[in-house]
């Protein structure tokens, strides 16, 4: 009897068969896939570019982030001007220049009372504020700056004040300084508080010593922000409101503030040591409207929204690749100690899924919220991984194993990305955990037989 012989192996059965192969294509399956990934990574920026299109358009309407600023006494002086002509004659004239004082103490009590505003999914914290503010100008001293009183035009003084969007005035404020009730008018296109203004006109001539108080209410709205401009010697901020995850920002942070589940209250008392203005000054209309001098002198509160899904959504897209990774490592090992293949387009299929996991995670965080959208996409993906897989391997055990490793995998993703500062160091020490487990399954694999 003769007996048959084994055929020879063809090498596209050695390509089918060899797990040296398979390994490559798993890889350049993996490389390929950062397309995907970076196109849904274009598509969360573009989500977020949208709801910042929105915010500033419900801000535009309501009323913008706001800046206090002022008051600034400004008294206008007479000056000589000598002027030498082409005949060599001299001739002189008087200019009219102004002087800018900056409060002795400057107080400011803020109550915010919050609201969310809704345009469509995207929602925006907006507010109404009453903003009481007082506190009282010192004499000027004229010496320093080479003036003598009698080159003030005290019956021409005037307060200057603003804050940074104008329509969210709910009413005109009325100035009480000297022992006079003031009319504050707009100003538009004042240089010196950087835009549109207010101004109020008050009689110095009768005021001894040039020393006095001031008090006035800003009743009005704003959006995201409310912040504040160190402008006096001294400048006590008292701010408080319904808002219960407030971000104090700016170049000084709160001295006393306490953050709870009724809304929040702060303090600021800052000294004129750290502040970029001087006391007083002469002609220079533009030294309050320096960009950077603005944001050195600037603080206050943000209304920073609880849950900013577009951020999380970021993050949690950054680790596709190593949940991918992992999920075909755990995958190909199975192949190889149950010496049962799988075929590569089915790779293919479940890398597809893993990549869909990332767009059910963004439509839904904009319905329903981060956290729950997490847990709609993460169970959906892995029952959806677990049945094919155990379809494809007709075994209900490793399904059941493959569906255990990925529950590890999102929730060990899903700690990271609540952890925030801490997500570095626990990152790293759970892949050198992975990689043990890898280094201990992987050990008795005879390699040189694949």
Not at 30 to 48: F, G, K, Y
Not at 55 to 72: A, N
Not at 217 to 223: C, F, P, V
Not at 428 to 446: H, P, W
Request: avoid cysteine; aromatic fraction near 10%; proline fraction near 3%.
């Amino acid at each position: 009897m003769i007996e048959e012989q084994p055929q020879p192996r063809t090498i596209m059965d050695w390509l089918k068969e060899s797990v040296t192969v398979k390994l490559l294509f798993i890889g350049v399956l993996i490389i390929v896939l950062l397309i995907p990934s970076s196109l849904i990574n274009d598509l969360i920026n573009e989500r977020a570019g949208r709801q910042n299109e929105m915010i500033k358009d419900v801000s535009d309407k309501w009323s913008g982030e706001q800046l206090v600023m002022g008051p600034v006494l400004v008294i206008p002086y007479k000056k000589h001007v000598q002027k030498i002509d082409t005949a060599n004659k001299v001739t002189t004239r008087d200019v009219i220049e102004n002087l800018y004082v900056l409060p002795n103490n400057l107080n400011i009590k803020a109550s915010l009372n919050t609201q969310i505003l809704h345009r469509g999914i995207f929602d925006v914290a907006v507010y109404n504020s009453l903003v009481k503010v007082s506190g009282n100008f010192s004499k000027a001293d004229l010496g320093s700056l080479s003036l003598t009183a009698d080159q003030l035009l005290l019956d021409k003084a005037h307060l200057v004040f603003s804050i940074s969007d104008l329509k969210g005035l709910k009413n005109n404020p009325v100035v009480k300084a000297g022992g006079q009730t003031l009319t504050a008018e707009p100003v538009f296109g004042n240089t010196l508080l950087m835009g549109d203004g207010l101004q109020a006109a008050i009689n110095l001539s009768g005021i001894k010593d040039g020393e006095f108080t001031f008090d006035y209410n800003l009743d009005m709205k704003g959006s995201q922000e409310l912040s504040f401009l160190h402008l006096g010697k001294t400048t006590d901020v008292q701010a408080s409101g319904t808002w219960t995850s407030p971000s104090f920002d700016g170049r000084s942070l709160p001295d006393e503030r306490k953050v709870d589940a009724n809304g929040f209250r702060a303090s600021w008392k800052m000294l004129y040591y750290n502040r970029p203005f001087p006391q007083q000054w002469v002609d220079d209309n533009r030294l309050l409207s320096n960009a950077k001098k603005l944001t050195d002198a600037s603080f206050g509160i943000k209304l920073r929204l609880p849950i900013d899904q577009y951020q999380k959504t970021t993050r949690t897209s950054k680790y596709a690749i190593l949940i991918i990774l992992l999920t075909f490592i755990s995958l190909f090992l199975t192949e190889v100690i149950r010496k049962q293949s799988v075929h590569i387009f089915n790779f293919v299929l479940i890398a597809a899924a893993m990549i869909i996991y990332y767009l059910l995670l963004l439509s839904f965080s904009e319905q329903i919220g981060y956290n729950w959208a997490y847990l709609v996409a993460s169970v959906s993906t892995i029952i959806l991984t677990a049945t094919f897989i155990a379809s494809i391997l007709k075994n209900k055990m490793a399904a059941i194993l493959f569906a255990f490793i990925l529950a590890v995998l999102y929730t060990f993703i899903f700690v990271i990305i609540q952890l925030e500062d801490l997500a570095l160091m626990v990152g790293s020490i759970a892949l050198f955990i992975i990689v043990g487990i890898l280094m201990f399954f992987l050990r008795k694999i005879n390699w040189d037989r694949h």
